[in-house]
């Protein structure tokens, strides 16, 4: 009889592939009483009233059937509208496509753009699913590694250091998860001459385009000769906090867009009809909604940034997301060691910046979507545990 061994079948790449380094904390804190969480980046804020009574209204219609493949006619001319109002960027319903959460329109971005053996640029740290897509696709992962002294900002050195006769795409992820570091339009500019000269794409991961402290965001495909080259992927979850709702989208070249629906046709279908009526009401009424939660994240901030730095964690001023990246390597201890002994004496929960690349060790993310009460009371238990060890 033969020995039938099921996990011999999983594919090699897939049981290779570590877990995300993200939810471990987490979970351990979970089941520790009066433990505090830091390192997830969920909203604390209830998606607004308007948008889930919008929701009930759909499910008492009966709008619960399939819509077409790109997602409901309304809402895609409704994503148009937002780019050009909060991004000045000129789509028509044509150059979008709804998809269940950001992470779905990256996924199949790559897939679509990617063929065995393309290299795909990727700038860490930065949030975990890049590389895992671009394996699963077939492509080779080539990792930047930014720097804390550039604000963790990607460079024209950076790029051009990097690139080869292979290199098929660019994947830019500003406002940043996890640093909170943004791009300027002239520092973008200086990206795009590099992307135009040597012909590659370019996935822009603006999922937290919103989110911006003292000053607008800038797309990449806003400047000269990028529209085309970049698929800009965006959604609900962080600006209208709609994290559960799980929809997203993506705006591009048409001719592109059609071929990620294809991909997107099969594996998914279309995203959840409910949430897609829920999301044309928080693109036409939500600006409000999107200003407060701001200028909230902001004073959180500016509290937990001004807190880390005082107790010798140095920490440069995000200036989008919500997320810090303070350095640890003064306490003489790794990244990883220093959230286990954090959790296990004072019951806070932090990520350790290895997480989102290797050259995130001696940092760690920290997120402010929480309350101020959790804040506080976090930063007074992580300065009790930096004054233990030093």
């Not at 937002?82 to 199949?108: P, W």
């Not at 996935?203 to 000769?225: F, N, P, Q």
Request: charged letters at 25%.
């Amino acid at each position: 009889m033969i020995n039938f061994d099921p996990k011999s079948f999983i594919n090699k790449e897939v049981r290779d592939m570590p877990p995300s380094g993200i939810r471990k904390f987490f979970d351990v804190a979970t089941r520790m009483k009066d433990a505090i969480s830091l390192g997830v980046g969920e909203p604390d804020f209830v998606t607004p009233w308007h948008i889930r009574e919008e929701a009930i209204y759909a499910m008492e219609k009966g709008r619960t059937h399939y819509t077409s493949n790109a997602g409901l006619v309304e809402l895609r001319e409704e994503i148009a509208s937002y780019m050009k109002r909060r991004f000045n960027l000129d789509y028509k319903m044509e150059n979008t496509l709804v998809t269940v959460g950001g992470s779905e329109a990256v996924d199949i971005a790559i897939r679509t753009l990617i063929n065995p053996g393309d290299e795909v640029l990727i700038p860490e740290p930065c949030f975990v699913c890049y590389k895992p897509c671009t394996i699963l696709a077939g492509g080779v992962p080539v990792t930047i590694e930014t720097k804390a002294e550039n604000s963790f900002k990607l460079t024209k050195e950076d790029v051009l250091s990097h690139i080869t006769d292979k290199t098929k795409l660019l994947v830019l992820s500003y406002p940043n998860n996890p640093t909170g570091a943004i791009m300027t339009k002239e520092e973008l500019k200086e990206i795009a001459d590099v992307v135009i000269e040597k012909n590659i794409m370019v996935i822009s991961d603006e999922i937290y385009a919103e989110l911006t402290y003292g000053g607008k965001h800038t797309s990449i495909a806003s400047i000269e000769g990028m529209k085309d080259r970049t698929i800009i992927v965006n959604g609900f979850s962080k600006a209208f906090a709609m994290t559960g709702w799980r929809l997203g989208f993506a705006v591009g070249n048409e001719d592109v867009i059609k071929a990620m629906t294809k991909v997107h046709q099969y594996v998914i279908m279309c995203a959840p009809t409910v949430c897609q009526y829920a999301a044309v009401e928080a693109l036409k009424n939500g600006d409000n909604s999107i200003e407060m939660m701001r200028d909230e994240y902001n004073y959180r901030r500016k509290v937990i940034v001004d807190g880390f730095n005082s107790m010798g964690l140095k920490c440069f001023d995000p200036k989008g997301a919500f997320y810090i990246f303070p350095s640890v390597q003064s306490t003489g201890m790794d990244s990883v060691t220093f959230c286990e002994k954090l959790l296990e004496s004072q019951k806070v929960a932090l990520v350790p910046g290895t997480a989102f690349g290797d050259c995130g060790e001696g940092f760690l993310r920290v997120s402010y979507a929480y309350s101020i009460e959790q804040i506080n009371t976090a930063l007074e238990r992580v300065e009790k545990f930096v004054k233990t060890i030093r």
